[in-house]
């Protein structure tokens, strides 16, 4: 993807096969949110099928509220401008009532203070 040699496609596969694994999902999603910031990628990262992997490691992690952070941050900038980005994304499988659910949930723990977020 322009300029990027391919890597925008890799850190998305690295995220789909090693997203089972918390650190894997967490340092891609790292990547992927600094990328995502670009313009110039957001096509490239929809192609690489950023929006999939980001929410299956969501769905993968769902107790990983820095993992939740960064996956909606990538998910936010990719359909900020694009109309069609929001489309696209309100029509992925499940992935309205996925994110609604964990923001429900994570909202919870927040409102229920340290003890809900697991001490601390």
Request: hydrophobic share 45%; charged share 20%; with cysteine.
């Amino acid at each position: 993807t322009r300029g990027g040699g391919g890597c925008v496609e890799a850190v998305c596969e690295l995220m789909r096969d090693a997203g089972d694994s918390e650190a894997v999902a967490l340092g891609a999603s790292r990547a992927l949110s600094k990328v995502s910031v670009h313009g110039a990628y957001r096509r490239g990262l929809l192609a690489a099928g950023a929006p999939g992997a980001v929410m299956r490691a969501m769905e993968l992690h769902p107790a990983n509220v820095s993992l939740a952070i960064r996956c909606c941050f990538v998910l936010g900038n990719l359909t900020a401008q694009e109309e069609g980005h929001r489309a696209e994304l309100a029509g992925a499988e499940g992935g309205v009532d996925m994110l609604m659910g964990m923001l429900q949930k994570h909202a919870q723990a927040v409102l229920a203070g340290p003890e809900g977020r697991g001490g601390g």
